[in-house]
């Protein structure tokens, strides 16, 4: 018997674009976002969003929006799950090493800053080197680290499978070293030049060990100093280009150099960027590649990113890692790091770097995602934002190259891009439009934080004299230590007007956003009587009040109330919600500067900020 293919969607039409947008504008009329005369096209551009980079995101695609160029993709294979290492001890570290490698790690990230490339041998004893990929950041002692490390390959007689010996002098430089040694970074000089030092190793490394890389094209310091997604991609792309012409001079061919290069992005737990970013990259050095005329694979190591981790909260922080893994993995990462959730308070324990790895064999073995080849291609909104991204990053990096090369912007032309990019990514975060789970939306004024021994957990040196290193919750976690350093927790009253049905949304969202700086909240109860709500607000003995209930009760009640406060020694009333009312002297609604308002509140209490 045969049984007919099944038709989805038989007997009805195909939908367009432009009913799409006639029938969303109907909707935005009646919702007063858009005036009556509006066109069509106005519904579309009215749900769209702009990244930090400018690149428009739509809130419909269709295979209009699908780019000509070629997708540029990596094979489907399961990828490197590594773990990074920074403890100072370096006892710790070999056992935390050793421990990794037999529960699912297949790579090592090893950070000497702390503890010095002498300490290799003993961190790397019972580790077999032949089998597990070991990637070394050193910061000023790269060069240092990177000979060791070969010197401990001869003298173990074994050949790697993969690494990276972390030479990355404009990373370095970009994260505040002094010094890279081994490279001059004169401003004259466009590129790093290498020393006769840094050259032999060069080619003692493309000889030698044709598979371990010497430069890593460290993007996460733009990352970490507000990047947006192109602006991380056009400095990464900008700084490999840098160093091939480095590995050019020392020696190397074009073929050999475009081998000694791995990348390394930042993985957020936007999803889609981070797949999108991904696969731009590939796009750009493949151009790039093609130009130098070599094979045009990039080796990509993602990692999850420092700046979007909290130090409140920290249990959240399992599920922004998740969704970046998640979202590297999807756009096709060959290695991936997964930041322990304790990071931030100090160095991660055992079950912190437990849950990290597990977190991407989960991802690997129970989900699949590494089975299918490029998962997102072929996805309209996908390909749109990845060509978008490439564009835009190619015009960065074209700018770059305009201003000297790499070696020359970090001088002016990136911090300055850059900190602009922070300014309105610092807006953003203030105002919560983007919003941080746990930090500046529902927060936990009860939490404990676990303790952690004192050291560096985020991945990459602290920066120095290079560029800032920013979370994007710090600002907002300032307020919450300096509340909670306070003899009595700082509170404000809310003035709830009506019953309950009725104020409690608007309650509920202002004890919200007070809690996000640690400011706690006291209730006057149900009810509409000035005088009721005075007496309550005299027992909570707190200066700062806030009126909460419908536009129809403000109408009825609003001044009556803040007269009753002022009268009763309110230094300051606020209002949830929008309208003008004698005796308010100011508004907290979805959208508002919430820091700036957290801020005026500290001063009426009288904390000292």
Not at 235 to 258: D, F, K, N, P, W
Request: proline share 6%; with cysteine.
């Amino acid at each position: 018997m045969t049984v007919p293919p099944l038709e989805f969607a038989a007997g009805f039409p195909p939908g367009t674009r432009e009913q799409w947008r006639t029938l969303a504008l109907g909707v935005l009329r009646k919702s007063g976002v858009l005036p009556e005369d509006a066109v069509p096209a106005a519904a579309e551009e009215a749900l769209s969003s702009t990244t930090y980079d400018g690149v428009t995101i739509a809130p419909l695609h269709d295979a209009s929006d699908l780019p000509d160029a070629p997708r540029v993709v990596r094979p489907a294979r399961p990828w490197d799950v590594r773990q990074r290492h920074a403890h100072p001890n370096p006892a710790v570290t070999r056992e935390a090493v050793l421990a990794d490698l037999e529960n699912g790690v297949t790579s090592i990230w090893l950070d000497l800053t702390s503890i010095g490339p002498e300490a290799l041998p003993r961190v790397l004893d019972g580790v077999y080197l032949d089998l597990a990929p070991v990637v070394l950041e050193a910061g000023d002692r790269a060069h240092e680290a990177a000979t060791a490390f070969l010197d401990l390959l001869a003298e173990r007689g074994v050949t790697p499978p993969g690494g990276n010996l972390g030479l990355d002098p404009l990373g370095a430089r970009a994260r505040g070293a002094s010094a890279a040694p081994g490279f001059d970074l004169g401003r004259e000089n466009a590129f790093p030049r290498a020393t006769d030092a840094a050259s032999d190793l060069l080619r003692r490394c493309a000889r030698d060990f044709p598979v371990l890389r010497t430069f890593v094209v460290d993007a996460l310091p733009y990352h970490d100093a507000g990047a947006g997604d192109a602006e991380e991609l056009g400095c990464s792309i900008a700084t490999g280009v840098a160093y091939l012409r480095t590995m050019t001079a020392a020696g190397l061919s074009a073929e050999q150099a475009l081998g000694q290069l791995e990348f390394r992005y930042a993985a957020t737990a936007d999803q889609f960027l981070t797949i999108a970013k991904l696969r731009a990259a590939r796009r750009l050095w493949a151009r790039v590649a093609e130009v130098v005329g070599g094979p045009g694979e990039q080796l990509q190591h993602a990692v999850t990113s420092s700046a979007m981790m909290t130090e409140r909260d920290p249990w959240v922080n399992m599920l922004r890692t998740t969704l970046a893994c998640f979202g590297a993995g999807v756009g096709g990462a060959d290695a991936v790091t997964v930041q322990p959730f304790d990071a931030v308070l100090g160095l991660p324990d055992a079950f912190a770097r437990r849950i990290a790895r597990n977190t991407q064999s989960l991802l690997l073995e129970e989900a699949g995602v590494a089975r299918v080849l490029d998962p997102a291609g072929g996805s309209w909104y996908v390909e749109r934002l990845t060509a978008d991204l490439a564009e835009s990053a190619w015009a960065w990096f074209q700018e770059i190259e305009r201003a000297g090369g790499m070696a020359v912007a970090l001088e002016r032309l990136v911090p300055e891009r850059l900190a602009a990019t922070r300014a309105r990514r610092a807006d953003g975060v203030a105002h919560r439009r983007d919003p941080i789970t746990g930090v500046s939306e529902f927060p936990n004024l009860t939490e404990r934080l676990p303790e952690r021994e004192p050291g560096h957990g985020l991945a990459g040196a602290p920066s120095g004299a290079g560029l800032p290193r920013v979370r994007y919750a710090e600002e907002f976690e300032a307020l919450r230590d300096l509340a909670d350093a306070q003899d009595e927790r700082p509170t404000v009253f809310l003035a709830t007007i009506g019953p309950v049905a009725v104020h409690t949304a608007r309650a509920s969202f202002a004890a919200n956003l007070f809690a996000a700086g640690g400011v706690a909240t006291v209730t006057s109860g149900p009810g509409t009587d000035a005088a009721a709500i005075a007496a309550a607000f005299r027992d909570a003995g707190t200066p700062v009040a806030c009126l909460c209930s419908s536009d129809r009760l403000y109408g009825e009640h609003a001044e009556a109330v803040a007269a009753a406060l002022r009268e009763a020694g309110a230094r300051r009333v606020w209002l949830a919600g929008k309208g003008e009312y004698e005796g308010v002297d100011d508004r907290v609604y979805a959208g508002c500067d919430a820091l700036g308002v957290l801020r005026t509140t500290f001063d009426d209490l009288g904390v000292t900020r």
